[in-house]
């Protein structure tokens, strides 16, 4: 995200301009807007012209429109951002008051002003707006006939693909299936790295497993990689590391990401840190349960008591 | 009904005959809920000709239920009762009859409970004249009738006495149905009630058949079958079957990691001849290649070349020998950590288990300690209702045969058995060597060994394990635990048969999507079969459907009695050693069957007394250790599970999360 200019006065009002650049900048976009807020941009409508013998023609136009946002809509996977609202300021040819539904595009210029900064606001301007916390990494969390391959961003994690293809097991005489099935699994986990993979952005790949199944594709990857000449994967070779998982679900990301290897060689994601202060109410939950409260009444309760620490609230409701 | 008939013509004093008795709920024909509405012909609704109205409904999707034999009976009653209270409007009366209703429906709803409808009570009520000991008899008379009527539908093939034939056998005669909400409510069997009027059985709805019309009141079932399908005496077929063969018994070997379960299970095959001399050779001089001999038994389980090459078992090994009175079928199950979900669903299969230990000394320590294979295996397979198992402390001869050791173990492994739930009758210990091939098939040899032991050999625990009873004449139901590409056309299933039987060409509805598929070839152990009863490892062709609609896991079953789909339902759990809490919206994979599927323990509804049954604390915040509780479970993905109470099988789950089992459960109630 790139941030063009900021005017915010004492009272904590005023507008800010930025440039989302990468997808996750539009998650960071959807954080920052609230309903309520107005937002600038530029966008294309599709406008009526009535002439005077009463035929009407409709023609689309790029222009640019402020609204009053009433509703967000943010599709986590396509990483789209959708604004709801009414125009606040009339030009040529949308009137005041009319709705309009931005899309916030990759590259353009947005302006956002809030009737009221408050600081987790700013600060998270600042962190969208830091270079060097846009680390990316690549994990496949696989096991037997199942894989997810996801990408993780400093603050969120896209499923790029699912692969789920049945196995036939060993029996009797017929270990041929199984092998072949393997293949083929591991052949079509290898396809969706090199589709979704790009390598000049991602730092490490992650392959985590149960058992000796992410041994078994590290070697028939580049195993075929030698095979049949991909240069992508030989060069990156260094990158990948494999990681113990004790399923191929995608929540077992979780306990990937808690491998002490991959804290080391990950840069400081968000997700870390807050899985680190959920097991921490996990473990007081567990050892002092009078002291760990979960749940909107009792919060509620706590914090009419002022009895509460630290208090971990999902972006969610949050918002 | 009586309006729905020709009033011309009609004998007057006839209709008038009934008139007392029907006086009472005269009520209801103007109370009919909106459901029941659609389905009554309706003069003032411009449905002007009977005619007409038939041949509009005559293709009526009837639900899923069968009022014979009918499993999800309970549900459906309450579904319906639901249905009535919903529905259900005071019927209008003047106020010291209100009075009197009311305080009647107070006292009846204190005895029976929130389990009656409140329509029933009301009408009951009305018809006894408020008389409370009346009407109490008569709604608790029918509970256990309904009851009676259960018990009566799991056995009624193979009940014969006059009472239930003719029920089942009665031609129904066209008698007038009169629309009262005493036939409405009681359905099914009215055997015991006297009052009862023998009327043809109706279904729960009030649909206005015919009297002649037979075949509209069999289309109960979504999915037509065969005439042949729908007809079969399955407990005869059984006994025509197989009372001449060897009974079958699912035997899963367990243990922690480099027990021995592969060589000791190699060794008995190798023994009992299942293994033929040249293939031993064979693996004999591959693993000599290799530098692992002692590997050599284990390779006629592991036959992949990735568990050759790391000489554990990944997957369950499928074997079967022939005892004098039995055939047994082994399961080898993987012993690492990491393949635990490949053991849970080898051993939902069995039937018996064989805990395997190895007797090194730090061996045994490290399987047994918290964290090792022996305890999580253990409790695994008896949560997963396996109740016989026999221990089989391997690797003696490590130790020198040494009498000390073997009773150390035998020590520790009791009092822990026990703890599991485990009854002290039903666990055998045999000191063994799966290396050596001592004490396997033949009572001891070794002098070490023969100076203090005389009991009985392996196969011999093997051949005294009792065969538990096999639910034939229930509803078919099957869990796919493998597909593959068979020869020729279609592809093969294969898996275990939990209850009912199944026929070639038969139909069948396979997993959540209830898709119909047909049975083209059925074979136990590569021997072609026509039929296949509980209890049966089978391979099945199936035709008909698509191989990628069907997944490891999903369950085939019978198409007139098809399985809940569902993706909430509650179950109670006990929880195990957890390091962390459960807690509402806690995110856990449920292991049902071969199933592995992600869930999300969505509601704590109470915790329990773990010996007494009580509710300890409704919603608690947090389940804790060792604790006992009813949680809700919502999956993602719509998925085929059964009742506890109905299905044993079918009806047990496991949570694990990080490769740990957290809790393990039995479902009580399906949304």
Redesign the interface.
């Known amino acids: 995200m790139k941030l063009l200019g900021k005017y915010v006065d004492k009272g904590m009002q005023g507008n800010v301009t930025l440039v989302p650049e990468e997808p996750e900048d539009m998650w960071h976009a959807y954080n920052l807007i609230a309903e309520g807020d107005s937002v600038r941009s530029t966008t294309i409508r599709k406008v009526q012209n009535e002439t005077a013998t009463g035929s009407s023609t409709s023609s689309r136009v790029r222009t640019t429109l402020t609204i009053a946002v009433e509703s967000i809509d943010f599709d986590t996977q396509a990483c789209v951002l959708r604004l709801k609202g009414r125009n606040i300021e009339e030009n040529q040819y949308v009137k005041m008051g009319a709705y309009h539904t931005l899309d916030l595009e990759l590259n353009r210029k947005f302006e956002l002003r809030k009737p009221e900064w408050d600081t987790i606001a700013l600060e998270r301007i600042d962190m969208a707006c830091d270079p060097t916390q846009s680390a990316d990494v690549a994990a496949v969390v696989m096991?037997e006939?199942l894989a997810h391959v996801c990408l993780i961003t400093a603050s969120m994690t896209l499923v790029r693909s699912k692969i789920?293809v049945?196995i036939?097991?060993?029996?009797?005489?017929?270990?041929q299936?199984?092998?072949k099935?393997l293949a083929k699994f591991y052949e079509q986990v290898m396809q969706s790295i090199l589709r979704h993979v790009n390598f000049d952005v991602v730092k490490c790949v992650l392959i985590a497993s149960?058992?000796?199944v992410r041994d078994?594709f590290y070697d028939y990857m580049f195993q075929q990689a030698v095979k049949m000449d991909y240069k992508v994967l030989l060069e990156n070779k260094s990158r990948f590391m494999l990681v113990h998982a004790?399923?191929g679900?995608?929540?077992?990301l979780k306990?990937v990401l808690q491998d002490p290897a991959v804290i080391a060689k990950m840069s400081d994601t968000k997700a870390l840190g807050e899985v680190k202060a959920l097991?921490t109410f996990?473990?007081m939950?567990?050892c002092e349960?009078t002291k760990a409260?979960?749940?909107k009444k009792?919060v509620l309760r706590a914090a009419e008591a002022q009895a509460i620490e630290t208090l971990l609230i999902s972006d969610n409701l949050f918002r | 009904m009586s309006r729905h008939r020709i009033v011309r013509g009609m004998d007057y004093n006839d209709e008038y005959d009934g008139y007392d008795d029907v006086y009472g709920h005269s009520v209801d024909d103007d109370c009919v809920s909106p459901t029941d509405q659609q389905w009554l012909f309706d003069r003032t609704r411009g449905q002007h000709s009977m005619s007409a109205f038939i041949n509009k409904n005559k293709n009526i999707q009837e639900e899923a239920e069968d009022n014979e034999d009918d499993d999800d009976e309970e549900d459906e009653v309450y579904q319906k009762s639901r249905r009535d209270s919903e529905n259900f409007q005071m019927p209008e009366l003047d106020d010291t009859a209100q009075a009197k209703l009311s305080s009647c429906v107070d006292e009846v709803r204190s005895v029976v409970g929130d389990a009656v409808s409140e329509r029933r009570i009301v009408e009951t009520s009305m018809r006894f004249d408020y008389d409370i000991q009346k009407i109490l008899d008569e709604i608790l008379n029918e509970e256990t009738n309904k009851k009676d009527k259960g018990k009566r539908s799991e056995k009624f093939k193979l009940n014969t006495t006059p009472a239930a034939k003719t029920v089942t056998t009665s031609k129904p005669t066209p008698t007038k149905i009169t629309l009262s909400t005493v036939k409405e409510t009681r359905r099914g069997f009215d055997i015991a009630s006297p009052k009862a009027p023998a009327s043809p059985n109706l279904s729960g709805r009030n649909t206005p058949t015919e009297g002649g019309d037979e075949a509209g009141r069999n289309t109960n079932a979504i999915f037509k079958v065969s005439k042949d399908q729908a007809q079969r005496n399955i407990q005869q077929l059984y006994e025509q079957e197989r009372s001449s063969q060897k009974s079958q018994i699912h035997m899963i070997v367990i243990g922690h990691v480099d027990a021995g379960k592969s060589t000791l299970m190699g060794h008995l095959l190798y023994d009992t001849g299942n293994v033929s001399q040249r293939l031993m050779h064979k693996h004999e001089q591959e693993s000599k290649k290799l530098g692992k001999q002692s590997f050599m038994y284990a390779w006629v389980l592991d036959?992949?070349?990735?568990?050759r090459a790391?000489g554990i078992t990944?997957?369950?090994?499928?074997?079967r020998i022939e005892t004098k009175t039995k055939i047994v079928t082994l399961l080898d199950a993987p012993g690492?950590k990491?393949?635990i979900?490949n053991m849970i669903s080898g051993a939902t299969q069995a039937d018996v288990a064989l805990l395997v230990v190895d007797a090194t000394r730090g061996e045994f320590e490290s399987g047994f300690e918290l964290g090792g294979q022996t305890r999580e295996h253990a409790i695994l397979v008896r949560s997963l209702g396996v109740n016989q198992l026999g221990v089989v402390i391997n690797k003696l001869d490590t130790v020198g045969w040494s009498k000390e050791r073997f009773l150390e173990i035998v020590h520790k492994l009791k009092s822990f058995l026990k703890q599991a739930g485990f009854k002290e009758s039903d666990v055998s210990f045999t000191p063994c060597s799966g290396l050596t091939g001592e004490n396997l098939t033949k009572t001891a040899q070794e002098p070490g060994l023969k100076a203090w032991y005389d009991g009985p050999h392996l196969l011999d625990v093997i051949e005294h394990f009792k065969v538990p009873e096999r639910a034939v004449d229930r509803p078919f139901r099957m869990s796919v635990?493998?597909?593959?590409?068979g020869t020729g056309s279609g592809f093969c299933i294969?898996g275990r048969i939990e209850t009912g039987a199944l026929c070639v060409n038969d139909k069948v509805l396979v997993g959540a999507s209830r898709e119909q598929a047909q049975v083209k070839s059925l074979s136990i152990d590569d021997l072609t079969q026509t039929s296949a009863f509980a209890g049966d490892q089978i391979s099945v062709t199936l035709g008909g459907v698509d191989?990628s609609n069907?997944?490891?896991g999903c369950i085939i079953c019978d198409p007139q009695m098809p399985i809940p789909v569902t993706t909430r339902f509650q179950c109670r759990i006990i929880v195990f050693n957890v390091?962390?809490?459960i807690?509402?919206g806690y995110?856990v994979?449920l292991h049902h069957q071969s199933l592995?599927e992600?869930a999300v323990v969505c509601k704590l509804t109470a915790s329990i007394h773990k010996s007494t049954g009580e509710v300890v604390k409704k919603k608690p915040?947090?389940l804790?250790q060792n604790s006992c509780a009813l949680v809700e479970l919502e999956t993602s993905r719509a998925i085929c599970i059964e009742r506890y109470s109905d299905y044993k099988e079918l009806g047990r789950v496991m949570l694990?999360?990080?490769?740990?089992t957290i809790a393990a459960g039995m479902v009580t109630k399906i949304r």
Do not use: W
């Open positions: 096991q006939g789920e049945s036939p097991r060993k029996r009797k005489g017929n270990v299936q199984h092998e099935g149960p058992g000796f078994q004790s399923s679900f995608k929540h077992s306990e097991e996990y473990m939950l567990q349960p409260f979960y749940g009792h | 036959e992949t070349g990735e568990e790391r990944m997957d369950v090994g499928q074997s690492h990491d393949f979900p635990t493998d597909i593959y590409k294969s191989m069907i997944t490891v390091k962390v809490p807690t509402m995110p994979l592995i992600p915040r947090c804790g694990r999360v990080a490769g740990v």
